[in-house]
């Protein structure tokens, strides 16, 4: 299975900040890749698919790059509600699909 | 609105035995695959096994493959998962979700997600 490896595992920020997540692949995934937010007791939300593209509704402050095993999500502006946890998920070989092990962010 | 609600998570002893459900709403069911997917408490999210939308292809997790079951009844909007033999280490919430592209399994990315079901092994 691919495993896919998260860095940091959790970020403090203030609101207005910029944050970047990276996720790499163990394998070669190409831009087979998946961002998510959690909110505490809630299921996730994607908000990024093949790696750089906005899920509908999702504001354009999130972005998503990379290819091959090298992927970074980045929050520019943050506001409240994106104070969460955020997980990435490869869909390149399966099954198994994976996912990292998540990154916390939390508000300074 | 498109919306998924599980049930059936409950308190149940090693060996046991359990059936989650989750059904659909707010959008054609059997155009979709359906997937499940697990969170044990305080930690990541792992998948679990995926139906496509007629059913007749089922994927399963090494660590569930021979004791879980999924299944779906597109007359009724609804999956389900079968879970037999538990163990300690399947203690989690169990979230349903829907494949984002029609027509085929393709698990680029899921959405939505329902609330989750909670399932405690323990004696």
């Known amino acids: 299975a691919i495993l896919l490896t998260q860095s940091p595992s959790s970020v403090t920020a203030s609101v207005g900040d910029s944050v970047t997540i990276t996720c790499r692949a163990s394998q070669i995934i190409h831009r087979s890749l998946a961002w998510y937010q959690q909110k505490a007791g809630k299921g996730p939300k994607v908000l990024i698919y093949d790696a750089s593209s906005l899920e509908r509704g999702v504001p354009s402050r999130f972005s998503g790059r990379g290819s091959g095993t090298n992927f970074t999500l980045t929050i520019s502006s943050l506001q409240p509600g994106d104070f969460a946890t955020y997980f990435c998920?490869?869909?390149?070989?399966?099954?198994?699909?994976?996912f990292g092990q998540g990154t916390r962010l939390e508000i300074k | 609105e498109v919306q998924l609600l599980e049930s059936g998570g409950d308190l149940v002893q090693p060996g046991g035995s359990l059936r989650l459900s989750c059904e659909a709403s707010?959008?054609?069911?059997?155009?979709?695959?359906m997937t499940w997917v697990r969170q044990a408490p305080g930690k990541g999210l792992e998948w679990v096994s995926t139906i496509s939308g007629s059913g007749g292809s089922k994927y399963y997790g090494d660590s569930v493959n021979g004791r879980f079951i999924i299944s779906r009844d597109n007359s009724k909007n609804t999956v389900y998962l079968q879970m037999s033999s538990l163990r300690a280490e399947d203690t989690a919430v169990y979230y349903c979700?829907?494949?984002?592209?029609?027509?085929?399994?393709?698990?680029?990315?899921?959405?939505?997600w329902g609330q989750g079901t909670l399932v405690t092994v323990s004696s």
């Open positions: 998920q490869q869909y390149n070989s399966y099954p198994p699909i994976t």
């Open positions: 707010g959008f054609t069911f059997n155009d979709y695959a």
């Open positions: 979700t829907k494949d984002r592209i029609r027509y085929a399994v393709t698990m680029m990315g899921f959405d939505p």
